[in-house]
């Protein structure tokens, strides 16, 4: 109770505000080739056909800011001879600089109107690269993070585990879409991928580990389940679901 009151308080101070939100995030994580953000499509599909509303998004990224810092944090520096090396703490400030964007200008508003937000990538992902990878200080990052977030948690994450030379081969299959964290060492994403199965670990429930190893069709049934069964038993009364009419039309944008 004691630390609830704290933390309150030091939202106040810090000049946030809790807000009503009426839909759910859920977070997608995991390490590069994991499958994630085809598990991902796939699911806001199918809870389209289950009539919610969803909205599919990303980070670094989601806003036409955040998406221009994204271009800057992942450009291979053989593509920009001249440009120097981006340190850690430099990389930290512009992923949170683009969450910030992205929550009040994107996430936010849609929660407030009852959607499921599926978010490629979210604040675990921080601590796991950041954090665990970079070795940048974690209680630093989390208060950082808070910043960004005004305090917005995920409801659900779900993380895509693979050993990280299966998803490094995956990825490397697909040369033009190398980034500049695909040439970090073997031994980086070593330590990502600790840094994930870490904060599983110590949130059990918000967290769900998944085997991203079995074909894709395999997993999405994995996926289905979890999320239904996540939704079945949460806030589902309070999710907007989409009318018929609503539904026509987007079927029809699509
Ligand atoms: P995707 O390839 O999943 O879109 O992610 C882009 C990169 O952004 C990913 N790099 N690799 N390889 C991980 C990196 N990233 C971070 O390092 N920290 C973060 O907080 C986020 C959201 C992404």
């Given amino acids: 109770m004691r630390e609830i009151c704290h933390s309150d308080l030091r939202g106040r101070l810090m000049g946030v505000r809790r807000k009503q ?31 919610y509303r969803v909205v599919e998004t990303r980070e670094p990224g989601g806003t036409v800011i955040a998406e221009r810092i994204r271009e800057v ?37 849609a929660l407030q109107a009852g959607s499921i937000v599926l978010c490629d990538r979210f604040s675990d992902s921080t601590f796991a690269y950041q954090g665990y ?22 409801s659900l994450t779900l993380l895509f585990d693979v050993p990280v030379a299966t998803g490094l081969m995956r990825r490397r299959k697909f040369a033009m879409e190398q980034n500049r964290l695909d040439h970090e060492t073997h031994d ?11 904060l ?10 998944i085997d991203g190893l079995p074909h894709p069709e395999t997993v999405a049934v994995t996926v289905a389940e ?13 999710l907007r679901p989409v009318t018929h009419t609503q539904r026509l039309r987007l079927h029809r944008n699509r």
């Fill in 21 to 51: 939100r009426n839909g759910i995030l859920i977070t997608f994580e995991g390490v590069e080739g994991s499958g994630k953000t085809t598990q991902l499509r796939r699911l806001a599909t199918l809870l389209r056909q289950d009539g």
């Fill in 188 to 198: 980086f994403h070593e330590k990502v991928r600790k840094g994930f199965l870490a």
């Fill in 133 to 154: 990878g970079r070795e940048l200080d974690l209680a630093a990052l989390q208060e950082m993070n808070r910043l960004s977030t005004n305090g917005l948690e995920p």
């Fill in 73 to 109: 944090l992942l450009s291979t520096p053989g593509r920009h001879p001249v440009m120097e090396p981006l340190t850690a703490a430099c990389e930290a400030h512009l992923i949170l600089a683009a969450r910030s964007q992205h929550v009040t200008h994107v996430i936010e508003p």
């Fill in 200 to 209: 599983a670990a110590r949130a059990p429930r918000r967290v769900k580990k």
């Fill in 226 to 238: 979890v999320v239904r069964a996540f939704l079945t038993k949460t806030r589902t009364k309070r």
